[in-house]
């Protein structure tokens, strides 16, 4: 009798300890989302390069594992050239991971835009993959306030 009562109280115990881990495990709708934000802030091609294969390679995983990634590369201060359509070395590139991969976000720098402007006294066009954000610094922080990792190339 005495084994049947500690099977009972065993059961009663795990119950809503399996419930409660149960409800932990992701489900096909509640899938995690792995979160990247990359830094560029440096008017160098190998960088740009580099940030770039680093953001190729991510989605590559991600995607051979089946699992769901949203990345988000910003550029800010001499970094701002990426997105430049008059001097980025990558525009081509730029256009094709944009078109292949909708969770890729390219965020310019509304700042550095402006003193770009100014300095130069004239309009600079971005390419048009590239969404401006007010500050790219700004971004950056709180991309990682809501969780995501952090990449400077």
């Not at 990426?82 to 390219?106: A, I, Q």
């Amino acid at each position: 009798m005495k084994t049947s009562a500690l099977l009972l109280a065993a059961i009663v115990v795990a119950t809503p300890i399996a419930a409660a881990l149960a409800q932990d495990k992701p489900t096909a709708s509640s899938e995690m989302v792995h979160k990247i934000g990359i830094q560029v802030s440096e008017n160098d091609p190998a960088t740009m390069i580099l940030a770039l294969n680093n953001a190729q390679n991510i989605l590559s995983h991600y995607k051979k594992l089946n699992r769901k990634v949203d990345i988000q590369v910003v550029a800010y201060g001499p970094g701002l050239h990426l997105f430049r359509d008059d001097t980025s070395p990558v525009k081509t590139r730029l256009s094709t991971m944009s078109l292949e991969n909708p969770n890729l976000t390219l965020s310019a720098c509304g700042n550095t835009h402006a003193n770009h402007m100014k300095a130069e006294k004239k309009e600079i066009k971005l390419v048009s993959e590239a969404t401006v954000v007010s500050s790219g610094v700004v971004e950056l922080a709180e991309l990682q306030e809501r969780g995501y990792s952090y990449i400077r190339p």
